[in-house]
């Protein structure tokens, strides 16, 4: 069973930092991707953070420099773990809502996973950056 739960959304002034957590639970985690994405109002939903398959991180262009994605294992096998995304000097273009996802690349892929490989999605959380 497949579960991914957000917290720590909230309102935030323009500058300020947030920390956003997602609780995984997922077998065989290592090898799947797992990414932060957002969906601000009127805007199509958008990867802002990810590992791929084989642990390499990366970041959309508008969070570079500003956003860190890390994990922090709960159990030894990493079937449950904590998917953080510290969101530092925010901009009100950050506002949204924030959704953990994971899912599996395909086959010859090289470990990177498209948006349509994100097969398990948590319930979201709202960030507001307000100016």
């Known amino acids: 069973q497949v579960q991914l739960t957000e917290s720590g959304g909230g309102s935030v002034q323009a500058g300020g930092s947030l920390r956003l957590f997602c609780a995984v639970s997922l077998d065989n985690s290592r090898s799947a991707c797992m990414a932060w994405f957002r969906e601000g109002t009127g805007k199509d939903r958008e990867v802002v953070a990810s590992y791929d398959s084989v642990g390499r991180r990366t970041y959309s262009n508008s969070v570079t420099g500003r956003f860190t994605l890390s994990k922090i294992a709960l159990s030894g096998d990493y079937t449950k773990f904590n998917l953080i995304l510290d969101m530092d000097n925010v901009k009100p273009d950050d506002t949204g809502i924030y959704y953990c996802?994971?899912?599996?690349?395909?086959?010859?892929?090289?470990?990177?996973?498209?948006?349509?490989?994100?097969?398990?999605w948590g319930q979201g959380t709202q960030v507001t950056v307000s100016s």
């Open positions: 996802a994971a899912g599996r690349p395909a086959t010859g892929s090289g470990g990177t996973c498209r948006r349509s490989d994100y097969d398990y």
